[in-house]
Every structure is written in C-alpha cells, then in structure tokens.
C-alpha cells in the first residue's frame, strides 16, 4: 500500500458531500489536500478544522477555466506536489423529462459535470506527469450507467465521465498515472438538496424509511483505490446503497 502522508490530494467540490468526507479521510491519514469549491466561508472552517499545513484552500468554480488554471500555477511549495485528483464537482438539476426540462438546468450540469471536470484533469495532468506520476479519480455515478426518468442530461454527463476517464487510461499508459470513476448510488449529501434547489421536503423523500451509503462511505471507496499498490489500477468501482438494487424495464400500456 502507498503511504498516505506521501499524497497531495486536489480535491473539487469539497465544501460539501464527498469532497468534504475525502478532505478529512485523507488528512486523517497524512495527506495534504487543496480544498476547492465556490463557497469560501465552508472552505476557510474546513481549513480551520484540518490545519493549514495540511489543508490548503482555494475559492473556484470549475466552470471558469482560466481562474483554475491561475489557482493551480498558484499553489504553494508545500502543496506543489500534487499526485491525486479528485475531480468530484458535480450536481443534478431537476428530475423533469427531457421535453419539460429546463435547458438553462441542462448548461449549469454540462459546465460543470463535463467542462468542469474536463478542464480540472486537462489542468493537472501535465504537472502530474512530470512529477512522475499519479492519479486521477473521477465521480461518475451509476446514472451513467442506468437509465431512469428525468436522469436525462445528469445521468449523460456520469456517462460521459466513465468514457473520458476510461480513454484517459488509454493515453496514460506509460506514464505511471491511475485513473478511477467512482460510481456511486443513493448516498445521503446536499446532492438532493441541490437537485431540487432549496426544497427540502422534496429533497428528503429520497432517503426516507431506507438506508442510503453516506459521504464517508464513498470517501473510504476514493482512498481505497489511491492507496492500492502502483502496480494496480482499479478502472471503475461501482456501488450502491444494500437497498438499491434493479427494477424491471417499464413497458408502457394503453
Ligand atoms: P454535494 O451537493 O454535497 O456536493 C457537491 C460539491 O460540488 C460541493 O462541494 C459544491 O461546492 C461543488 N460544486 C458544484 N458546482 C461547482 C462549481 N461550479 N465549481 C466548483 N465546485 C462546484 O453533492 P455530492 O457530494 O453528493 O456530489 C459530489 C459528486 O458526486 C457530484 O459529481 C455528484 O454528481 C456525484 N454523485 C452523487 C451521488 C449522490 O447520491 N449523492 C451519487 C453519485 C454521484 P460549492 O457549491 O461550494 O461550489
Ligand atoms: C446520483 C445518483 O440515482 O440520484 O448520481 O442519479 S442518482
């Protein structure tokens, strides 16, 4: 296993959900993170909480290229040596069918699932190989896998995020660089709340009389795979929740 006080982990979107769980698994075992998200005043208490000599912030939105690139040329010495990115920005908007959908909902998720992350990966990985190596993980969803109603442009952008970080390991062969798409299920975050933009009722009913996987479950998956020896490469992990499982395909009748 690799030595997790011998990780600097970049880490998307971690204000909240995942991103939050990793920061504080991966500080928890030695690891530097740089913590980033738009939200400043939960980035300055997560860097309150973990120390600023293993936590480093930086406010950013994915979705603006040219600030991420200046914030990763930025980076202080100490947090220079970046070998682990975490490239967990996302959200869903809306469960409406695609015909009632609302196509400003569809921007915010392919700027941000898709162009986000793409220039997240396409911002590190040069650095990264130079260094000598590293890893990339991405977080794809089981949306990107299965189709469900109303999953439209959230559940295509998960798809698009298995196929990029699947041809990536095609580029990166030789270059002693991982890369994972995590594919979650049901996990109880702010990911629901945003969905359904503030309504907490209806955020809610998801995760009622059940019990859905929560962030540090999926943080422990991430940190699994980053620490697994060099030699071995997990290309996807899929999970769910115990009480998710399959329904049958609907067939529509008169
Ligand atoms: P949360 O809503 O709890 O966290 C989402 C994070 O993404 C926040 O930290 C938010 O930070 C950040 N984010 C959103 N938009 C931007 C942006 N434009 N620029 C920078 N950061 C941004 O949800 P989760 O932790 O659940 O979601 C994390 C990832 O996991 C997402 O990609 C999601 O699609 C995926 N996922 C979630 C599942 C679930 O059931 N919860 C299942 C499968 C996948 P801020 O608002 O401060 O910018
Ligand atoms: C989030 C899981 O099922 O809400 O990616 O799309 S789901």
Redesign the pocket.
Known sequence: MLDPAELTVFI??????????AARRYVAEGAKIIA????TE??EDLKAELGADKCHIIT?????RAALKAAIAAVPAPFANINVVLA?????LGLQPAFEADEDDWD?MV???IN?LLYTVRALLPGMIERGGGHVVT?????GDYSYPGSGV?GAS?AF?KQFALNLRADLQGKNVRVTN?????????????RFKGDADRAGKPYVNTV??N?DD?AESIFWTTILPRHFNVNRLQMMATTQAFGPLNIYRE
């Open positions: 998307t979107g971690a204000t909240s959900g995942f991103g939050a769980a980033t998200g738009r939200r939960r980035l950013l939105d994915v979705q603006d967990n920005a996302g959200l869903a915010t700027a941000t699932n986000g977080i794809g969803s089981v949306a959230y998960k995020v995590i594919e979650p299920g049901l996990t109880e975050t702010e990911f629901s709340l945003v859905a996987m962030a999926i």
